[in-house]
């Protein structure tokens, strides 16, 4: 798939920090959401509303992971994207909770961003469903 890149468990990400150094550098439920695999209650980012044109960039290491022009309205409570910039983010099997998903992380920094699950819109049919505490949004300017 286009968009798809599978990391396996030994993907060595081109950043690297300790628990520590996250830790300091996180507000605690960005640490719990990038680091711990957490997800953040749905209705809860103000990233939901965001309307602007402009970048989402992770949270942890600054990587540019989606274009506002790719977000659209879900429904879920999660920002949700029809698809990542090229090869901003990568993906793996999570098979927690009983389920199969497909984990969807930063492919700089592996910090867990969100799934991506096949029932998004045209033109992907994708849908990325991020939790906003994982991303940082930048309007473009003008
Ligand atoms: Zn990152």
């Known amino acids: 798939m286009l968009f ?7 993907a060595v990400f081109p950043v690297q920090r300790s628990e520590a150094e996250w830790r300091a ?6 640490f719990r959401v990038l680091r711990q695999h957490g997800t953040e209650r ?9 309307k602007r044109p402009g970048i989402f960039a992770c949270a942890g290491c600054g990587n540019p992971l989606f274009d506002a022009a790719a977000k659209y309205e879900s429904g879920t409570g999660w920002p949700s994207f029809f698809a990542p910039i090229e090869g ?4 793996r099997t999570d098979r927690s909770f009983f389920m199969t998903r497909t984990e969807v992380h930063c492919a700089r920094c592996g910090g867990h961003l969100g799934h991506v699950f096949p029932d998004g819109p045209a033109p992907t049919g994708l849908r990325y469903c991020m ?7 930048t309007p473009r300017e003008g």
């Open 4 to 10: 798809r890149r599978e990391t396996g468990p030994e």
């Open 88 to 91: 901003a983010v990568g993906t």
């Open 25 to 30: 550098a996180l507000s605690p439920e960005a």
């Open 42 to 50: 749905p209705g809860t980012s103000p990233l939901n509303a965001e």
């Open 131 to 137: 939790n906003g505490v994982s991303l940082a949004f």
